[in-house]
């Protein structure tokens, strides 16, 4: 509700506006001065005319009961006037006047905000033949509820039909930004808070002193028992919460002299809380109080003082949504003064010796033919501030002004999920930066909604921009390109994609979570999840070599990116029928079969290969220096073939895909013959088991590692 319907320019306040109370005035006056003419009149008559003049000018319950939907809407008693409208819809019986009646329903459901009714009585409307104008309100409230999709068709047709079609293109292309920043991933999170919200109006939470906070509210606890005629709601109140362990108490009401049987709504405060701006509509008979105006009070250090008006515009002028920035410097306000830019327009005012200065429109670049509602300065002096007359969503936005020297920047769209088809506003940062490195909190606030999934009119949201990292793979499969496709011992040219590759994401239990198959240019992704290890496989049926490699999002978690994006590449080798594959020797010491600790690691890093290749059948051959007898190495170098195998096989490898084959002193790999001078480093190299794959024709050689462990020569045997 905010006060004031924010849609319209009238003056109005309660039931009636300032136009119709002063027609009404005329003419009762001239009616009561027409009747006291006639003597045969009895001065009762007269009497209760003059009672009825007196009541309306005091804009008080009127003393006689409205029986039509015309006068009901036009003295804006709009609970009211949609039971007589719709009563009257179903008696008339001509089509050119039902039409009249059904846009009219239409009207007062959109301006008592329930749009799915206002959106069936446009359609109403338009079903008996309704215009332009029925057309393009039925586009606004599809748009206020989030129907893009369809606001944009309704549109587009209001283009066709309308001729000049500014205004439907405008709409239309505002309905589908709406709709792409709505579809848009968003690190901000909205949370209604239920605690505090109600079925009536609730909106503008604020930092108050020791922890609480203030609101308004048309509760059904508010002060008097007056209902407003547009809403058939109470007046607004000033409510105090209290907030402990992120939790909110329930609203008590700030109490007198504060809050009166009229409007009190929108409070700022100094730094210190003992200065308090806020917005009263009063109810007397004076006339100039039927507009809102600004009110200051001052804390006593016991209670606060009885408000008093301030006067920074004259008396004709409503005046809403007072900030005072932290400095006590600056007030901002909004309000609908003549020679303005549009409906409401906000104003600044420096503080001087005597009060505020004069007020200074914040200009075109700010300030639209809409409204502009609810100013609101952050750390930084960037002005936020809701508008109606900018690109947005659907109703009252919330755009962010950055401060230059010289004024604002042009205002920026928060967008959704801040942003919603209905009416945003009342905009507030309560953190500006997490508090430490575990805080997954960015910054956060508060603001008020009339959006649908709401409990009520207003209600009260917490926005939070959360700490989210998403976590990305990309990477690619590729291959040697040789000279020569088919001959491995050409020259290699570079690497070159393999396609249709399949590519397993596994955790660190080496199950597979996910599988991608790599496209036309070797690329496979993956989406992971945060301070998790990876494992991925890559392979390519039987005529390549599995591969794996490993990644890992442990550490890499940052606030000031959203998408973190991983790099892998892995290069599968072609399987050759005649190519020789090398794979790291296992030594052993002198005289023995028993495998050295450095050897088993390199048997465990062997378990991998076999795993991701299971169709391959493999030779561990064993090999001895040249010292000793030909009978006694050949049956040393199968006993050493065999306890790699018998490794492998405890490991969890079948026995039947490992063969053990002891070579003895026959395929030395240097000039070490028997009786050859020759260090234990050179005879070393000659004791290894070395790997060949005998089931896909392929021989798979070993190759000697850089650092190879020596132990000190022992007698020969």
Known sequence: MRLKPILTKEKEFGSLTHSHINTLTRLLLFSFLLLSKFDWLKVDVRYIVLCVLVAVASCKPLPFKVHDGKTATELKLYNQSIEFLIKEFHEEKDPIKQEAKAFSIAEAYRKFNDLPNAEKWYKQSLDLKGGEKSMFNLGLVLKQQEKYEEAIKIFEQYQRVAGSGFEGRKQEYQSKDALEWKKAFSKVQVINLETLNTAQNDYGLTPYKQGQFVLSSSRDEATGATRDGWTGEKFTDIFTTERKDAKFSAPVGFGAPINTNGHESSPTFSKDFKEMYFIRCKD????????????YSAFN?????????????????NVYDPYLSKDGKLLFVAADAPGGFGATDLYMFNRVDTGWGAPQNLGGN??????????????????????NGLPGMGGLDIFKAVKTKTGYKEPTNLKAPINSGGDDYAFRIDKYKPRDAGDTVLYSG???????????GDDIYRFEEKWINIF??????????YEKADDPDSKVLGLKPLSKARVDLKNNEDKIIATYTSDSIGRFVFRLNAETDYKVTAGKGGGYFAKSDFTSTKGKRHQDSTVITLHMQ??????????????????YDYDKATLRPESKLVLDSILIFFHENPDLTVELGSHTDSRGSDVYNNKLSQERAQSAVDYLVEKGIPKERLIAKGYGKTMLLNNCTTGAPC?????????RTTFRIVSAKLNLESIQPEDIKVVPKPDEK
Request: charged fraction near 25%; hydrophobic fraction near 30%.
């Open 472 to 481: 990305v793979l990309r990477g690619t499969i590729v291959e040697k390109n």
């Open 301 to 317: 250090n016991e209670h606060w003082d009885e408000p008093v008006k301030v006067e920074i515009f004259p008396d004709s002028i």
């Open 366 to 387: 700010i300030n639209t033919p809409g409204s502009e509602r609810f100013p609101w300065l952050d750390e930084h002096g960037n002005l936020f501030y809701s508008s």
């Open 284 to 295: 007397d008979q004076q006339k100039s109080d039927q507009y809102c105006h600004l009110y």
């Open 446 to 456: 508060y603001f008020s909604s009339n959006r649908a999934g709401g409990k009520g």
């Open 570 to 587: 892995i290069e599968l080798e072609k399987v050759f029928p005649t190519k020789l594959m090398v794979i790291p020797n296992i030594y």
């Open 679 to 687: 260090s234990e480093e050179e005879h070393q190299k000659n004791r």
